[in-house]
């Protein structure tokens, strides 16, 4: 069984600039979340797909928005990249959009914004 | 407003040392309590998910356990490879998937 992958790594971009950060789910999952983790705090969630529609979303402004694709990977956009956009971004990938459900976690990408 | 706290921020064990953290929470109409390992640099490991005041989940040598406004994680006789930052979450009644983190526990296990 595959786990819950993330493209790229690490990714450098300068202020003002757009990001893509890709995530592909766990096999069997139809949900995906993204959340940003700043250095030393918690995760905080930015929004949830379930089958291909945003089924909730956090407190982050309308530059971040998102995809969900028929086989259930799932794409981050940034637009206007700020210095506090600096932080590892996390996908999680769960078996159905519901709240008990387990959120299984990829590795993350390190966005760094200079 | 929906707030998970966890105590202490960082802990210190020599090895074999047990000890508990700690995970309070104020959310309305709980639906899961989870905990998650996390290593430098890399994404979030599932651990356990409670679900009712009462219930206790086990794996070697963590515990966890859930009252009606917070959780713990007992670490029995801890060894240098359980040194990671712990993590809990509370998910809420609304199904959006959103999970309130909080700012984990740093823990060091010293040989």
């Known amino acids: 069984e595959t786990g819950v992958t993330q493209s790229p790594t690490h990714l450098i971009k300068t202020r003002g600039q757009q990001v893509t950060l890709r995530c592909s789910s766990q096999?069997?999952?139809?949900?995906v979340s993204w959340y940003q983790q700043a250095l030393g705090q918690g995760p905080q969630f930015i929004f949830q797909?379930?089958?291909?529609?945003?089924?909730g979303r956090g407190n982050f402004p309308p530059r971040f928005s998102g995809l969900q694709f028929p086989n259930y990977s799932s794409e981050l956009n940034v637009n206007a990249l700020e210095l506090d956009d600096s932080a590892l971004y996390l996908c999680?990938?769960?078996?159905?959009?519901?709240?008990?459900?387990?959120?299984?976690f990829g590795p993350g990408t390190r966005l760094t914004v200079l | 407003e929906d707030q998970v706290t966890q105590s202490p921020e960082a802990l210190r064990l020599q090895e074999g040392e047990s000890s508990s953290l700690n995970c309070s929470y104020t959310?309305?109409?709980?639906?899961?309590l989870f905990w998650y390992r996390q290593d430098p640099g890399k994404g979030p490991e599932f651990l356990f998910t409670?679900?009712?005041a009462g219930e206790e989940k086990e794996k070697e040598r963590l515990k966890a356990t859930l009252t009606k406004k917070e959780s713990f994680l007992h670490i029995t006789a801890p060894k240098p490879e359980d040194s990671a930052t712990y993590l809990c979450?509370?998910?809420?009644?609304?199904?959006?998937?959103?999970?309130?983190f909080g700012q984990g526990t740093t823990l060091q296990v010293k040989p």
């Open positions: 999680a990938s769960s078996a159905s959009g519901g709240s008990t459900d387990t959120q299984y």
């Open positions: 096999s069997g999952h139809n949900t």
């Open positions: 797909y379930y089958r291909e529609e945003e089924n």
């Open positions: 959310v309305s109409g709980l639906r899961g």
């Open positions: 409670l679900y009712s």
């Open positions: 979450a509370a998910s809420l009644p609304s199904n959006t998937g959103k999970l309130i």
